[in-house]
């Protein structure tokens, strides 16, 4: 044993010096080999660590997490420079236990490495997202599930949570979407479905060793993995079953919902005689591509949710500014799609929820499919690479104060929405893993927040101090603290 060991001490010395020598790697602070920067990726702060950490390194650090060697990208330019820049060079994604499991060996969008097969779902999802986007569909469903949860609001007599609200009224939305179903507001499924997302989550949170030392799965599996496998199963057959319903009941040309929209995409295939397609639409695939949509539109939807309402109770003279401009735009009606480029002051406090509520710490790690550089650093092919979210948004060069909530960085001296975003505001990433659903968050999110602040006047219960507490969920994502809030009807509805 001790003779293997020191065989394999050297072998890593070998490897690495060897490494050194070919390729000018990014810096990063000394650790001890396999075991890696164990007081970073154990840190529920991870995010905030690796962001100290680039003070020091610089924008591009290099470090370990267990064997695994990671580079993170800390600040716009070196983001931009390997997402866009660089074209498809970091477009990969590695493969880790968790995120292989759940993916059932990378048949999604999201967790899929780059490939032809890639290309060919995201493409499908993107027709099937914008068909959402024409007419007034995407908007009759937001006001449908929005009606019913705000009438029920609005009948609550004391403090309560509007974290509880905004997790139904993002399930039921998504439930429409993708299921083509509308259920009553304490259905019984979408409620199970909510318990088993946020387990999953809190089993992420948490980290799984075996996405560290990814053999211990096949060994000696810990407690932590096992109930993830379990709870992502028990996930994926609600998500199998809805699409075995479409598929008994599909009929040509008719869509009713995200589901139809794939199994149309398939029969245009069929129809064409494309083998090599069909290959890449089994049931599997599309199933995934539907779980995507699902559990990635719920979790940053509602989280965003949540951050708007807590910064709106906090800061009760925005508040009042967004509902004297929604008034003014919207008038007596519901906000709408129309009066979206009319609700600017209210659109540039949702900016800057998502720039200062931090739903994505760490984005999805990419991986670079060929050798590359990036900050004038080497990156060799197969390296895991991480976009540092809360390092950009909270980066001092472009953002004066970043930890006060501002609403006005995203408005010119007219009070009107900047032509161009800035640079480093960067919630939904950038180049060709950009998020597919950005299109259709953005205008969901606001129409719901806009309905929201027209009926409701929203704030702290009495003898509530505000603050700005805020708890992690694990790597990198922070929510909200937990609060209560009361609402009274604006306009006596």
Avoid at 186 to 209: H, R, T
Avoid at 216 to 226: C, E, G
Avoid at 290 to 303: E, L, N, P, Y
Avoid at 340 to 356: D, I, K, Q, V
């Amino acid at each position: 044993m001790q003779t293997v060991l020191v065989g394999i001490g050297i072998g890593l010395l070998v490897y690495y010096v060897i490494k050194r020598m070919r390729y000018r790697l990014p810096p990063g602070p000394w650790c001890i080999p396999l075991i890696g920067h164990y007081k970073v990726y154990t840190s529920a702060e991870v995010h905030r660590k690796v962001t100290q950490l680039s003070k020091e390194y610089g924008p591009v650090v290099r470090l370990s997490f267990g064997p695994v060697t990671m580079v993170f990208l800390n600040d716009v330019d070196v983001v931009l420079e390997a997402l866009v820049k660089k074209k498809a060079d970091f477009a990969g994604r590695p493969t880790f236990s968790s995120s292989y499991t759940f993916s059932e060996g990378g048949k999604d969008i999201a967790l899929s490495t780059y490939s032809p097969t890639w290309n060919l779902h995201r493409k499908i999802a993107g027709k099937a997202l914008r068909h959402y986007l024409q007419g007034d569909l995407l908007e009759d469903m937001i006001q449908d599930n929005l009606d019913k949860f705000l009438k029920k609001m609005a009948q609550e007599t004391e403090p309560f949570s509007f974290k509880h609200y905004a997790d139904l009224m993002v399930f039921h939305q998504l439930y429409t979407i993708c299921f083509g179903e509308k259920r009553s507001t304490d259905d019984a499924e979408v409620k199970a479905l909510i318990k088993l997302n946020e387990d999953l989550l809190a089993d992420f949170g948490s980290g799984l060793l075996e996405d560290i030392v990814p053999y211990l799965k096949d060994i000696y599996p810990t407690a932590s993995w096992k109930k993830f496998v379990n709870t992502t199963e028990q996930l994926l057959n609600v998500i199998r079953a809805k699409f075995k319903q479409h598929m008994d009941t599909f009929r040509p040309g008719v869509n009713r919902d995200f589901i139809d929209s794939m199994l149309i995409a398939r029969q245009e295939a069929e129809n064409e005689g494309d083998e090599a397609v069909l290959q890449k639409l089994d049931d599997t695939h599309l199933i995934q591509t539907v779980a995507d949509i699902f559990f990635a539109g719920v979790d940053t939807t509602r989280m965003t949710m949540d951050w708007f309402v807590y910064y709106m109770t906090r800061h009760p003279e925005i508040q009042s500014q967004c509902q004297e401009e929604i008034d003014r735009v919207v008038g007596s009606d519901h906000p709408s799609m129309k009066h979206r480029n009319s609700l600017e002051f209210t659109e540039a406090c949702l900016f800057e929820t998502m720039r200062l509520g931090s739903v994505v710490g760490f984005g999805i790690p990419h991986m670079n499919i060929c050798d590359s550089q990036v900050g004038g650093y080497d990156i060799p092919s197969g390296t895991t690479v991480v976009i540092n979210h809360w390092a950009l948004h909270h980066d001092p060069k472009y953002w004066k104060d970043p930890e006060k909530f501002d609403p006005h960085r995203y408005l010119d001296e007219n009070g009107k929405m900047k032509p161009t975003r800035p640079e480093s505001w960067l919630p939904f990433s950038a180049g060709r893993r950009v998020c597919l659903g950005e299109t259709v968050a953005k205008p969901e999110i606001l129409l719901m927040c806009a309905n929201l602040l027209k009926r409701f006047k929203i704030s702290l219960p009495n003898g509530v101090e505000p603050n700005l507490d805020f708890k992690l969920v694990g790597f990198g994502v922070e929510l909200p603290s937990e609060y209560n809030i009361i609402v009274k009807e604006r306009f006596g509805n």
